[in-house]
């Protein structure tokens, strides 16, 4: 059994306007926080994920959720 692929959210809250794309494309991983910004529920994930993930990440509109690779790129 091969070892999974370890990837890294990297969010940027400053940029966060709130308008929560990324809790309704992952819910299991994004939240709001009282301020009504964006919350990682979670900084790393699996491969089983990647797709979740990065439909999240394009989803906002502030470019605020990067995901980077397990070789450390950022792939979005």
Same mark, same amino acid.
């Given at each position: ?16 306007? #709130?308008? $929560?794309?990324?809790?309704? +494309?992952?819910?299991?991983?994004? @939240? !709001? /926080? =009282?301020? #009504?910004? $964006?919350?990682?529920?979670? +900084?790393?994930?699996?491969?089983? @994920? !990647? /797709? =979740?993930?990065?439909? $999240? ?20």
């Amino acid at each position: 059994m091969a070892d999974k692929k370890i990837y890294k959210i990297v969010y940027d809250k400053g940029k966060c306007i #709130g308008a $929560a794309n990324c809790v309704q +494309v992952a819910p299991d991983t994004w @939240e !709001l /926080d =009282k301020d #009504g910004l $964006a919350k990682a529920k979670k +900084v790393t994930f699996t491969d089983e @994920e !990647l /797709d =979740k993930q990065l439909k $999240a990440a394009k989803s906002c509109p502030t470019h605020a959720i990067s995901i980077v690779g397990p070789d450390g790129k950022k792939i979005v």
